[in-house]
């Protein structure tokens, strides 16, 4: 090989190595994007949801306002980051829900909410509920390392 197909063959190697490293994957075999973007600060900070749904956690990041959400709200597979501010990040597993949190500015707050928050109505048709301590510590470690304020309602 001469020194220029030397040179390519490295730079399609960064190239490629660049792509697969912007990748997370899953237990479930998907691969999902793992977005840098800051996300924006949230003057009320952020709300964050979690239920049991097949056999794994799924959460919830939106932002935080005077209303509460609904069921439908929050468990939508719609993401959505505007222009004006406006989050709403839905994922699936722990990991996921780090990476999420990962794009949050030091010092923003976070409220995970239980099923008191919602209307008990909307939480008979699916449950809202904090998952064992042990994931709650974990994501509160996480927080705690990011210089994020993480309140838990119990």
């Not at 197909?5 to 691969?31: E, H, K, R």
């Not at 500015?105 to 064992?132: K, M, R, T, Y």
């Amino acid at each position: 090989m001469n020194v220029r197909s030397v040179l390519w063959a490295s730079m399609f190697l960064i190239v490629i190595s660049s792509i697969m490293s912007a990748c997370n994957n899953p237990s479930d075999g998907t691969s999902t994007p793992i977005v840098t973007t800051p996300l924006p600060h949230s003057f009320k900070g952020y709300e964050l949801y979690s239920w049991m749904g097949n056999n794994q956690w799924h959460f919830t990041l939106i932002t935080g306002t005077n209303r509460n959400k609904s069921i439908e709200e929050i468990i939508s597979n719609e993401n959505q980051v505007t222009s004006d501010g406006w989050v709403k990040i839905s994922v699936d597993g722990v990991d996921s829900i780090k990476n999420v949190l990962n794009r949050l500015h030091q010092h923003e707050e976070i409220f995970w909410a239980g099923a008191q928050w919602l209307d008990q109505s909307q939480v008979q048709a699916h449950q809202i509920i904090l998952p064992p301590q042990e994931i709650i510590d974990s994501v509160q470690e996480h927080c705690k390392q990011l210089e994020l304020e993480l309140r838990v309602s119990k």
